[in-house]
Nanobody, 121 residues
């Protein structure tokens, strides 16, 4: 059993900052990548930022220069530092991990329960 637990969401004013954390636990053999996705009301879930186990990163155009993803491989944890937040960043943010629980088995996607971020005055 694998669990991804997010924390750090909340209400912030435009221009403010938040830091999200996600810790993966359970029967994990290896994690290839961890990332953050978000879903605003009435919208599809979309990629925000992803980081691989080698440190390669990819960001959505809308957050480049404002968000920074990082990872602690030893603790199976990923962080999303969000600066200069805008109202359009309001969404539920979901943590994702691509991992295997047993050596030699296919990589699988796992998701957290989501944490809400609201950017408003």
């Amino acid at each position: 059993q694998v669990q991804l637990v997010e924390s750090g969401g909340g209400l912030v004013q435009p221009g403010g900052s938040l830091r999200l954390s996600c810790a993966a636990s359970g029967s994990i053999f290896s994690i290839f990548a961890m990332g953050w996705y978000r879903q605003a009301p009435g919208m599809e879930r979309g990629m925000v930022a992803v980081i691989t186990n080698s440190g390669s990163t990819n960001y959505a155009d809308a957050v480049k220069g404002r968000f920074t993803i990082s990872r602690d491989n030893a603790k199976n944890t990923t962080f999303l530092q969000m600066d200069n937040l805008k109202p359009e960043d309001t969404a539920v943010y979901y943590c994702n991990a691509i991992l295997v629980t047993v050596a030699g088995t296919p990589w699988r996607d796992y998701w957290g329960q989501g944490t809400r971020v609201t950017v408003s005055r």
